[in-house]
């Protein structure tokens, strides 16, 4: 007989002791496993979803002029004149360190334009890149071709117009191609027509008034993005709109960390019950081990077989402990989720270290008891016979 038989023979025949140290790590382990997993579950969710929230990094004309205007509001009673940007210009932020982060890029041109006895803004955009930068955006009918226009909902109702019926803008007769569904921004307000269009009824050939950029993902280095397309398009200025996000992911920090502290104390709750129970077990084999020592065992075999016992639990608790964390981390995601594109999966990585926690927080606290059984007396185990 081996030590790993006695140390098996001897689990089986203190199953109640046995399941207090199996019980103290598995729930360590468990709750470790759930909140971290929810947070990186949740923090999956959020980064999956960030290329869906559209354009998050907006180039401007750099001007040196205050905005009159507060949370859309104009306060100034004019405005300043409006500074363009070259098209060919833009090519350089296809150019820039981090261009294979770029998700969409896409210019637009704005300008007044009179319909009727109205004055109404129009856009002109690359539809093509806005599938991407608006993935919100709704219309209803086609998207418009060279003599085709979009009319925001609102803009549709004021100049009361549908699909099908024709505008004229500076002389030019264009076709309602489509009607875009209320988005509850000043996209409503707004006539959409293809980038070429507008800049021939602006007079802004080759111009353009500001780009929406697609660039927030989970890797993507926003900031140093925003620094790369500054650099490379002096005239502009680049700014990230990520404020919303950072928010959130700053929560999900704070809740990473959380969930850590609430697994270390959970952890040392049940080190403590490792502890106390192998303590417990040793005081009542104190006549077994005397025997072993009478036969020739060392006190090197004696710890052995203790801290093989506290070994064969901890992995077991590891892996119990890693599997009921799973679950109960899938079972309370959905309070925790805005949607039902989160899931805990199997993590090769966390596996192993739920095992590798649980063995040394077992073999720690086992450690002490297995000293202490190794220096019984066996002179002194053996009296009580």
């Known amino acids: 007989m081996n030590l790993k038989d006695i140390a098996l023979l001897n689990l089986r025949r203190r199953k109640a002791k046995a399941a207090f140290v199996l019980a103290g790590l598995l729930i360590g382990v468990a709750t470790m496993v759930a909140l971290v997993g929810l947070a ?27 905005a009159l205007s507060y949370e859309g509001m104009n306060l100034g009673g004019f405005s300043f004149e409006t500074k363009e940007m070259k ?41 093509q890149a806005s599938e991407i930068l608006k993935p919100w955006w709704k219309v209803e009918g086609e998207l418009p071709q060279a003599d085709q226009v979009v009319l925001g909902s609102e803009a549709a109702r004021v100049l009361g117009l549908g699909r099908g019926q024709e505008l004229e803008i500076k002389g030019r007769k264009l076709t309602v191609s489509g009607l875009l569904t209320p988005t509850g921004s000043q996209d409503d307000a707004l006539i959409f027509s293809r980038l070429d269009t507008a800049q021939t009824l602006l007079g802004k050939r080759g111009l353009v008034s500001m780009v929406e950029v697609a660039a927030l993902c989970k890797d993507c280095p926003v900031d140093d ?9 002096p005239g502009a200025k680049a700014t990230a709109i990520q404020s919303v996000v950072k928010g959130r992911m700053e929560t999900l920090k704070h809740f990473k960390k959380f969930g850590l502290g609430v697994s270390g ?121």
């Open 40 to 66: 990186e579950a949740l923090t999956h969710e959020i980064n999956h979803k960030l290329e869906k929230y559209g354009a998050n990094i907006l180039v401007t004309p750099r001007s040196d002029q205050l």
């Open 87 to 127: 098209e060919t210009d833009l090519e350089a932020i296809r150019h820039i360190k981090n261009a294979a982060n770029l998700a969409a890029v896409g210019p637009m041109v704005l300008g007044v334009v009179k319909v009727g006895e109205r004055e109404v803004l129009l856009s002109g955009v690359d539809f």
């Open 225 to 233: 993005m925003v620094e790369q397309i500054n650099q490379a398009l």
């Open 265 to 385: 104390l959970v952890g040392l709750v049940g080190s403590l019950v490792v502890l106390v129970t192998m303590m417990a077990s040793v005081k009542e084999r104190t006549q077994e081990i005397g025997i072993f020592r009478a036969i020739g065992f060392r006190q090197s075999h004696v710890m052995r077989v203790v801290l093989l016992e506290a070994g064969l639990l901890s992995l077991a608790a590891g892996a119990l402990g890693y599997l009921l964390g799973l679950a109960g981390g899938e079972l309370a995601l959905p309070f925790f989720s805005q949607g039902h594109d989160a899931h805990l999966v199997f993590d090769p990585v966390m596996a192993g270290g739920a095992l590798a926690l649980s063995l040394v927080l077992g073999l720690a606290a086992s450690f002490y008891p297995a000293l202490m059984a190794a220096r019984l007396d066996p002179h002194e185990a053996l009296r009580t016979l």
